[in-house]
């Protein structure tokens, strides 16, 4: 019989955690959140809630207590084909590009250009060939679309040439209902799409402790709807949050902790994610790194809190602040990558990343899915196998001269040692110079280009691809 240890890292202790859900309850009490969407203020003045002088809504311990009492723990997401439950809840580490960039890196130049359609296409076409991609997202806003078409093109485009589940949002209060029919058009209505969720929608509050009228909206419509939503706090240190880390996790739980009470008081017992997207302001440059240590320490915390509540975590990672595919980018990818697998996390948004999350990269993207596949193998650790005898094995190689060939090494070698795909050279330098001496990016280059030759995801049923066709123009 085999059992593993799961490998993990924690910057935050019990009381500690403990200790942030009290303080963010406390803000709540006491300073209170400003909800721009009316639907949201009626919810909240109907609970008992009721804004102050200044504005802002005090949400009361008890509220919270019970919003939280009845948000699911576990949330299961399917496919385009309603197949392949992915169960979040647990530390699934699901993976899924980063979303809604709106450059895209050019290889033949190094030059970053605006996003169009036929790459949100290029895009899908790619993360349904990539396993360790478990979702997929709508990675870019096309810009050679007209404004209020944006948002439903790009998951237009992700619905007919992927089948993983998406991760998506709306930068337009008119089109969190038309995404919605979209995705019940293709599940073949509302119950469909609630008995088998296919998407989480990014609801995001605006720092400091804030609910605009577009995302409050979509989060308040996902939760009527029973389409997942996904809390992306964005706390940025010394800019729109307290300077230190525990300051930003605890503005991070407040603000979160508000969007769970607009979200359960719309649908009780809808399904919902504790994500973040927190950042460590670089005050020399008025940046916001994704890639920074303090960002990733930040969003680990986080998480730390979500578990503690009992909800399914959610951050980006795998992201790199570099504009090209060099040594930033790796260190920055990769450190994040093995990150996320020893934070455990359920859903990671960030492969394929650059320029603090606002450019996408084909290239990077499959560079990325192999930390994704290494992630998984770190997150697996060190499986025991008591069954086996070392001395009796160790007698056996001697005896024999080598282990190559003995049953024990034919029996366990593929299931212990993590194999790399083809962007990831590990030849020694002759042979690497004998085929051309290939860098890491022209690799990349040439799997993407095998990989868009592939046949991707079956078609949709015509009708239904003429119905999504039909929402988007509308």
């Not at 085999?2 to 803000?27: D, H, N």
């Not at 991070?252 to 719309?266: F, P, R």
């Not at 282990?403 to 030849?427: A, C, I, N, Y």
Request: negative net charge; hydrophobic residues 45%.
């Amino acid at each position: 019989m085999t059992t593993a240890t799961t490998p993990r890292v924690r910057f935050l202790s019990s009381a500690a955690v403990r200790g942030v859900v009290g303080e963010a309850k406390r803000i709540l009490a006491e300073v209170g959140v400003r909800v721009e969407y009316a639907g949201a203020v009626e919810l909240l003045a109907g609970a008992g809630a009721v804004p102050g002088e200044d504005g802002r809504i005090r949400l009361f311990p008890g509220l919270v207590d019970r919003s939280l009492a009845t948000v699911p723990r576990e949330i299961v997401l399917y496919d385009r084909d309603g197949e392949n439950p992915l169960r979040l809840g647990a530390g699934a580490l699901a993976f899924a590009p980063g979303s809604a960039a709106l450059h895209v890196h050019e290889p033949a130049t190094g030059r970053l250009r605006p996003a169009v359609r036929e790459d949100c296409r290029r895009f899908a076409h790619l993360t349904e060939l990539l396993p360790a991609l478990a979702l997929q997202s709508t990675c870019v806003v096309p810009n050679d679309e007209p404004v209020e078409h944006q948002d439903r093109a790009r998951l237009r485009e992700a619905l007919v040439h992927c089948r993983k589940p998406i991760v998506t949002g709306t930068f337009a209060a008119r089109s969190f209902p038309v995404m919605a029919r979209m995705l019940e058009c293709v599940r073949g209505g509302p119950e469909g799409l609630r008995a088998k969720p296919l998407a989480i929608f990014d609801c995001c509050p605006t720092a400091p402790l804030a609910w605009s009228e577009l995302t409050c909206g979509a989060l308040a419509g996902s939760a009527e709807r029973g389409i997942p939503a996904e809390l992306i706090s964005m706390p940025m240190t010394g800019a729109t949050a307290p300077v230190t880390l525990i300051g930003a996790v605890v503005q991070h739980a407040a603000e979160s902790l508000s969007g769970v009470v607009i979200h359960q008081l719309a649908g009780p017992g809808a399904p919902l994610v504790w994500g973040a997207c927190a950042s460590a302001f670089d005050m020399r440059l008025g940046t916001a790194p994704l890639a920074a240590v303090e960002t990733l320490m930040i969003d680990c915390a986080a998480a730390e809190v979500g578990r503690h509540l009992g909800l399914p975590t959610h951050a980006y990672f795998t992201v790199s602040d570099a504009k090209i595919l060099d040594a930033q980018c790796g260190a920055e990818s990769g450190f994040g990558a093995a990150l996320a697998a020893l934070a455990g996390f359920d859903v990671i948004s960030g492969p394929g990343l650059l320029e603090l999350g606002n450019c996408q990269s084909l290239e990077k993207l499959v560079l990325d899915h192999e930390l994704c596949r290494q992630a998984h193998r770190l997150a697996a650790g060190i499986a025991l196998h008591p069954e086996n005898s070392l001395s009796g094995i160790l007698r056996d190689g001697l005896a024999a001269g080598r282990f190559l060939d003995l049953e024990h090494t034919l029996r366990h070698h593929r299931s212990e040692l993590h194999r790399p795909g083809p962007t990831v050279d590990r030849q020694v330098a002759g042979a690497w110079l004998a085929s051309g001496a290939p860098t890491a990016a022209q690799r990349a280059r040439a799997e993407v280009e095998r990989l868009l030759a592939a046949e991707g995801a079956p078609p949709l049923a015509a009708e239904v691809e003429a119905e999504l066709d039909r929402l988007v123009e509308a």
